[in-house]
């Protein structure tokens, strides 16, 4: 029977499912293999061709590792709490509970039809309250800890609370808020519960803060910033401002060394790596005050600033604020009240990764207040300037004309003083490079100096003033961690005295409530607030922010360890035997969010004993982006430039005057528009003339990303129709490079399909009867066999995917000229197949006589002797033309072939009884007679 891949996969896909059998085991004696993909989040849409790019790979490489003998864990989950689901709530009032069960139902129907050997005994959602239980008791570990700098790791809060009791705060070396008090044990002693619980908040590791965060009024939540785009929601379109809000926080800047350090020890690309460093954004420089002349009421006397170039403190021109820093208003004077107020009003519309990006446009406001220089005792203004980000460093920035362009263009601008410090030359010297040893001309104290010697006697002559010290700092800030939606996980905290506190670990999970709307409350609160009677022991409110959409993620591949767990997010046998992922596979574009939050609670877990790795993942591989193919018609315009309802042909548009419309690829093959369903798509052009090439309409194409707004999403579930999943995980494998994008072209998925059925075609006779041969096979066939055994292997272990597909097409193409049949090299070569085009080689496999499934038997052993060439099949030629190849010892000499060859009875036949006039071999090339 002729290849049917419809009824092959639908039974093998039924057989897995069943015999569960890609099911992991809990422990064994195999070495282990963690393979995970980046789980997805259920959108309506389903899956298009894109998609399963990644996870493709991820699957033929975890085939591949339970054939080399690896106890495989190959999972997949959802991360299914959301913005989305919640905003289609809002639109619709239907719970998105339904909405997500329904998006997760197509996506496992999409899956399953693919053929990925998951083991999906272990799915996780983390919308389901079994999965975010474990979500809100890692919370409740990071608000009852603190970060110890001596030991360098977290610990357990009741450590601080003991270093209290014994010595107060005097010697505590901890990450912390800025504002800590200092006191002795008496004072700790004689301190309410309250006051106690107020102190430990500014070191524990969540906690409550005011943040300036990027606030949507029109979808009534707090934004991450890459869900704003040039100041607006990326989901719809909406205004974005800068608000000073009170916030649940991380305090991820704790591991910021470790973070940045840790990267030395992975396999992740190089370019997610420098993402991270440039995030953490590690400075080595110092802490300068500069002492505020004014007499308002404040709770300090100077400003602090964090500078690299702490040798540069001599040309400092003027200070700068962010809008949002917490001292501008008391330090503006009534007479800038007004400039400055508006000027934090324009600051609001700006999204933080703008104002970072802005380097051109030049703005501030004078505060009307000046500050003093420590070293040099001048007296200098102070401005605000969006530029300068209240949570980077003190949120203040000294400007240097003479030594950075941005602060030169600034005071130019403002016409502001320019303080020359150093020469042409030095300036170009020092500035450029701090490790050339240029001299400091004109410049106080260090006059003279070397940059080395310069730095060293500024910072200890700040230190000794008590005007500033040497200073670590890091660009990344704390994690903010509260949202202000319904669809996400309860944060297990009531308040008492408007103090946080935890509910107990026993009434986890803390369920989300049931609401009449999504979304905020007519006063202002968070969607929760609707909730009736949804108070802690009757009495006090809880928590009404969710969690961001990164928590649940930032520690799912734990749960997938031990996922039926009851009493522990993993037990811990699971957890030493899996220990952390060996594989993980998904989009860049997670490198500075999900990919850094995950690095920070898997090193918290390791600190607090749960887990026994410091990273997560081993080695990341990123995925590059299947784009669209978008397809174009072209409609004539009369002499006015109005649209007509003629639409002329690629090839003919340049004689007219046309416009480009996209229309759906679905309805083009080949490039060739199917015009009556382009009429039933676009049904105002039913009527319209069509302006043909040789009687067809040729549409143009573009290559963008794929959207559905550009009507080039390509469906799989067609393709699967079509041509079957094998033929899809082949297709996408060929396309190219993994980690290069690439565009997408259905119209090379034929040439996949036809390898297919030829390969099926080698197990066949011409009746299609399953015909295999128990002869011993020739040195041509095993030499063509072992070949692709050891290119599938590389390519397999070096992520090579596309060039196996080629080799695959040259390897059947071979056997099959060599009308090879025989069962010793056709099922090893079902084996090695099997990773990419699992249903068909299944089916293959037990047409061979295997009772079980191929999944878990080994992959063939590569023999280097059946490659060395002691034999050539020599083409044939009889006055000129191919006849046949001979397979010939290439030891013969030439008068051994020559006898040989015309010996053959195909060759005798060629002859037709004459004497050949002349035989010219080359040999190991050619042979051919002439007669």
């Given amino acids: 029977m002729d290849y049917q891949f419809k009824e092959i996969e639908q039974k093998w896909q039924g057989f897995w499912a069943a015999h569960q059998t890609f099911k992991a085991e809990a422990t064994s004696a195999k070495p282990k293999f963690y393979v995970l993909d980046m789980f997805p989040y259920p959108s309506g849409a389903g899956l298009h061709v894109g998609h399963p790019l990644g996870y493709i790979a991820s699957d033929i490489f975890s085939r591949y590792k339970r054939l080399k003998g690896y106890n495989v864990l190959h999972p997949m989950g959802y991360d299914s709490f959301g913005l989305p689901a919640e905003q289609y709530a809002i639109q619709t009032g239907q719970h998105p509970a339904l909405t997500t069960e329904a998006n997760i139902s197509t996506y496992r129907r999409q899956l399953d039809q693919i053929g990925f050997s998951f083991d999906w005994s272990r799915e996780v959602r983390t919308s389901e309250p079994e999965y975010y239980k474990w979500t809100q008791w890692v919370f409740m570990q990071l608000f009852n800890s603190w970060y110890n700098l001596e030991t360098d790791r977290a610990e357990d809060i009741s450590t601080l609370i003991e270093k209290f009791n014994a010595s107060g705060s005097a010697d505590v070396k901890a990450a912390s808020d800025e504002d800590v008090k200092n006191f002795m044990p008496s004072d700790w002693a004689?301190?309410?519960?309250?006051?106690?619980?107020?102190?430990?908040?500014?070191?524990?590791?969540?906690?409550?803060?005011?943040?300036?965060?990027?606030?949507?009024?029109?979808l009534g939540t707090v934004l991450a910033n890459d869900e704003v785009k040039d100041g607006f929601s990326e989901r719809?379109?909406?205004?974005?401002?800068?608000?000073?809000?009170?916030?649940?926080?991380?305090?991820?800047?704790?591991?910021?060394?470790?973070?940045?350090?840790?990267?030395?020890?992975?396999?992740?690309?190089?370019?997610?790596?420098?993402?991270?460093?440039?995030?953490?954004g590690k400075s080595v420089g110092a802490s300068v005050r500069f002492k505020i002349e004014t007499d308002a009421a404040i709770n300090t006397d100077y400003i602090e600033v964090f500078t690299t170039r702490v040798d540069t403190i001599f040309g400092v021109s003027y200070v700068v604020l962010a809008p949002e820093h917490e001292l501008v208003a008391a330090l503006t004077t009534p007479a800038q009240v007004s400039e400055i107020k508006n000027y934090i009003e324009q600051t609001k519309k700006k999204s933080e990764l703008d104002r970072m990006a802005d380097t051109k446009t030049v703005s501030g406001a004078f505060t009307g207040t000046y500050v003093v220089n420590p070293v040099s005792g001048e007296r200098i203004q102070l401005w605000i300037a969006d530029y300068v980000l209240a949570g980077y460093g003190t949120g203040a920035v000294m400007g240097v004309p003479s030594g950075d362009q941005r602060d030169w263009l600034f005071a130019k601008h403002?016409?502001?003083?320019?303080?020359?410090?150093?020469?042409?030359?030095?300036?170009?010297?020092?500035?450029?490079?701090?490790?050339?040893?240029?001299?400091?001309?004109?410049?106080?104290?260090?006059?003279?100096?070397?940059?080395?010697?310069?730095?060293?006697?500024?910072?200890?002559?700040l230190e000794d003033q008590g005007a500033g010290k040497a200073k670590v700092n890091f660009r990344m800030r704390d994690a903010i961690f509260g949202r202000q939606r319904y669809w996400g996980e309860p944060i297990p905290v009531y308040f008492k005295d408007g103090l946080p506190y935890l509910i107990k670990e026993e009434e986890l999970p803390l369920l989300l409530p049931e609401v009449n709307k999504y979304l905020p409350t007519e006063t202002g609160e968070p969607p929760l607030g609707r909730a009736e009677n949804w108070t802690y022991e009757n009495q006090y409110h809880y928590e009404l922010s969710t969690m961001p959409g990164w928590a649940g993620s930032s520690w799912y591949w734990y749960r997938y360890m031990d996922s039926n767990n009851e009493t522990a997010f993993a037990g811990k046998e699971a957890i030493e035997y899996w220990k952390d992922v060996d594989l993980y596979i998904g989009g860049a574009e997670h490198a500075t969010g999900h990919l850094l939050y995950s690095r920070f609670w898997n090193k918290f877990l390791k600190d607090m004993g749960y887990v026994k790795?410091?990273?997560?993942?081993?080695?990341?591989?990123?995925?590059?982006?299947?784009?669209?193919?978008?397809?174009?018609?072209?409609?004539?315009?009369?002499?006015?430039?109005?649209?007509?309802?003629?639409?002329v042909s690629h090839g003919l548009k340049n004689d007219y005057k046309t416009s480009a419309l996209r229309v759906d690829v679905n309805i083009v093959e080949n490039e060739i528009l199917d015009i009556e369903k382009f009429k039933l798509f676009r049904p105002e052009f039913a009527d319209a003339e069509f302006i043909l090439e040789n009687g067809k309409y040729i549409c143009g194409v573009e290559v963008e990303k794929m959207s559905k707004s550009y009507f080039n999403v390509v469906n799989p579930d067609v393709l699967i129709a079509s041509y079957g999943a094998d033929t899809l995980r082949m297709y996408e494998m060929f396309l190219g490079p993994l980690e290069q994008s690439k565009p997408w072209n259905t119209n090379g998925i034929e040439g996949v399909f036809k390898f297919l059925r030829k390969f099926w075609r080698l197990f066949h006779n011409d009746s299609w009867e399953f015909t295999v041969s128990d002869a011993e096979p020739s040195k041509a066939e095993?030499?063509?066999?072992?070949?692709?055994?050891?290119?599938?292997?590389?390519?397999?272990?070096?992520?090579?995917?596309?060039?196996?597909?080629?080799?695959?097409?040259?390897?059947?193409?071979?056997l099959t000229d060599l009308k090879c049949n025989k069962r010793s090299i056709l099922q090893e070569l079902v084996v090695v197949l099997s990773p990419y085009a699992p249903h068909i080689t299944e089916e293959l496999w037990a047409l061979l006589g295997n009772t079980e499934s191929l999944s878990y038997t080994a992959y063939p052993e590569f023999n280097p002797a059946h490659l060395v060439e002691d034999e050539f099949s020599y083409p044939v030629s009889v006055n000129g033309k191919t006849r046949l190849n001979l397979n010939l010892s290439l030891a013969l000499e030439a008068k051994e072939i020559e006898e040989i060859v015309l010996a053959d009875e195909q060759v005798q036949k060629y002859l037709e009884g004459k004497t050949p006039k002349k035989v010219i071999i080359v040999k190991g090339r050619i042979v051919n007679i002439v007669i």
């Fill in 414 to 461: 403002f016409n502001l003083p320019v303080v020359q410090i150093l020469d042409a030359q030095t300036a170009i010297d020092v500035q450029a490079d701090s490790t050339k040893e240029g001299k400091y001309i004109n410049s106080g104290f260090i006059n003279g100096m070397t940059y080395t010697e310069a730095v060293t006697t500024l910072n200890k002559w």
């Fill in 236 to 280: 719809g379109g909406h205004p974005v401002e800068q608000k000073k809000m009170m916030q649940w926080s991380m305090r991820i800047s704790a591991y910021a060394e470790r973070l940045l350090q840790g990267l030395n020890t992975i396999d992740w690309p190089e370019p997610v790596k420098e993402m991270q460093r440039n995030w953490i």
């Fill in 782 to 814: 095993l030499k063509a066999l072992h070949k692709i055994i050891k290119k599938v292997q590389d390519d397999i272990e070096r992520f090579s995917f596309n060039t196996s597909v080629s080799s695959f097409m040259i390897a059947v193409n071979e």
């Fill in 613 to 647: 790795e410091e990273e997560p993942f081993k080695k990341l591989i990123n995925q590059g982006m299947i784009q669209g193919r978008t397809n174009f018609v072209y409609r004539v315009a009369d002499e006015s430039g109005k649209g007509t309802h003629t639409l």
């Fill in 190 to 218: 004689n301190m309410t519960a309250e006051e106690k619980q107020e102190e430990l908040l500014k070191y524990r590791l969540t906690f409550l803060k005011e943040s300036t965060v990027n606030w949507c009024a029109a």
